[in-house]
């Protein structure tokens, strides 16, 4: 499992998702959504995970941090829905995030 070095513990981790690119995304212009919207994400994974085992907590916070969102609350974010699908072993995991603005 993972291994004690006097005070610190250290557990290996999976790398959840492969990075497709090494540049810096802070460079990127990013498009602020000032208006209500929808969160959906949707997971492709090789095993599915339970109906309450997919979370979005880091997925959102990422997005207001990046300036996508002005914050995550319920007056900005109406509503949140999460899908799955499995896929083979050929394909690479992957989740989509979809913001769809409410005008």
């Known amino acids: 499992m993972g291994y004690q070095n006097e005070?610190?513990?250290a557990f290996p981790f999976t790398n959840v998702?492969?990075?497709?690119s090494h540049a810096s995304l802070g460079?990127?212009?990013?498009q602020r959504l000032d208006s209500p919207c929808r969160i959906h994400i949707h997971s492709r994974r090789?095993?599915?995970?339970?109906?309450?085992?997919v979370s979005a907590k880091a997925a959102i916070d990422g997005i207001v941090l990046a300036g996508i969102l002005p914050d995550d609350t319920a007056k900005q974010i109406k509503e949140i829905?999460?899908?799955?699908?499995?896929?083979?072993?050929?394909?690479?995991?992957?989740t989509?995030?979809?913001?769809?603005?409410?005008f």
């Open 7 to 9: 005070n610190q513990t």
């Open 46 to 53: 090789y095993r599915l995970t339970d109906p309450d085992g």
């Open 96 to 102: 989509i995030i979809e913001l769809t603005p409410l």
């Open 27 to 30: 460079t990127q212009k990013t």
């Open 81 to 94: 829905t999460f899908s799955q699908e499995k896929i083979p072993q050929s394909e690479i995991e992957e």
């Open 17 to 20: 998702e492969p990075a497709f």
